[in-house]
């Protein structure tokens, strides 16, 4: 039984997320495994590092199946080229031992968040950045950053509800960095609960604002009361940029 | 009568181009005009730099209007902001003399054509680009561009039917660009003749396949016949970037 490794590319937008629900046709898992039934007659099902969230791109995501086609690496993303919708591209392809799994096996990932920081609009950032006119104090959300680094418990930076699962997260570095008239916010991480990337990002955004003051992130933490946090800022400036591997 | 000069970025997917066709809402002009009207009150016709085809892009195309509006630009800024489309912007608003003609007093323009020169396809760039798999040889192109430099008859580089209007055109630069893995060809020139820079284009790419020799170049002049050159490349990969006046 071969083990294949897929790093996905695709444009969110036309989507209802990553996770197949029964049976639709507007995830991205769904119109994968539907290419992979078409490709080798298998009815298979692949596994994907994590979900993303309707509306979310991915630069990298990471995903796994198990195949008995004898069909040369090539000759899939061939096929996958060909069928698959032009949202959603099959980068690479990789044989894999047996035990890869693309979610036990992820060490953690990077996500990245677009803003478009300018009085006027953009005609062709529109679905890749969420527009904020205002001006952000750049210091004070650096100053942010740098607390919300570290292992903590970020529960009040989640969408979950009651949950007995651990909600410690680490998270390595955010860096911010201005292409033009993009800001671009990067975050590594050993993991991230549900929505954990666009609450802080909307918290990070009160700040720059001066709706919230750096000081409020401790708040938050402690208490972990998710409406202390600001608001979940739109998927459509979500990149998820890589997920890592040993 | 003020007559102001409006600055406009579209991304030309969704419409069929510039020129307002009768009542149709599915042209550039067209959706601007109306808003216009909702903003002033009065039926006004908007004079572009000149048209763009169905699915092409504008990162500056130039329009003027005339008016008896007392608004203030900025409460135009904001109500185009507001009234437009997402993928239409009005980017910068400037009072200008009676006799400013944003069709007649141009100058020259600036276009670009982006490819996607690279085996995996990408699912953000898919409406912004070509995509070409293939190798291009970009030494050869550069001497093509060179050659298509200067004061020519453009005729067999142009959709044109027969015309008793002047088919020569002087282009002051074409320039190739790589970044990552989009070629970017930049034109200059004192005006463009219909899909005038989508034939040179996929002439250019001919010669960079070897489908076409840099010496084609000089025939295609010289014959002003239009199968000789190469095919019209699709719409989504042009932008017009720059309108230029005195």
Chains 1, 2 share one sequence.
């Not at 679905?127 to 006119?133: A, D, E, G, W």
């Not at 390595?172 to 990337?197: E, N, P, W, Y």
């Amino acid at each position: 039984m071969r083990n294949i490794k897929m790093t996905i590319e695709y444009d969110g937008k036309r989507y209802q997320g990553w996770q197949r629900l029964g049976d639709s046709d507007k995830t991205i898992q769904g119109k994968i495994e539907n290419i992979i039934h078409q490709m080798t007659g298998e009815k298979i099902e692949i596994i994907g590092s994590g979900r993303t969230d309707a509306g979310t791109h991915a630069k990298g995501q990471v995903a796994n199946f198990k195949t008995e086609s004898t069909m040369s690496l090539d000759e899939m993303l061939d096929f996958f080229h060909q069928y698959l919708p032009q949202d959603i591209v099959v980068k690479q392809l990789d044989d894999m031992p047996e035990r890869f799994h693309a979610r036990y096996n992820a060490k953690g990932k990077q996500y990245s968040y677009n803003v478009w920081n300018h009085r006027i609009p953009s005609a062709f950032y529109k679905n890749y950045s969420m527009y904020v006119p205002e001006y952000l104090n750049i210091e004070k959300m650096e100053e942010a950053c740098e607390k919300l680094k570290g292992t903590h418990d970020f529960r009040g930076f989640s969408a979950l509800k009651k949950t007995k699962k651990s909600t410690t997260r680490t998270i390595s570095d955010i860096a911010i960095q201005r292409h033009g008239d993009i800001l671009q916010f990067t975050f590594v991480g050993d993991g991230f609960l549900h929505k954990m990337v666009r609450i802080m990002m909307g918290t990070l955004l009160d700040i720059g604002v001066g709706r919230l003051s750096v000081e409020d992130i401790d708040g938050i933490f402690e208490t972990g009361i998710r409406s202390q946090a600001g608001d979940t800022v739109p998927s459509q400036g979500l990149f998820l940029d890589e997920v890592f591997y040993k």
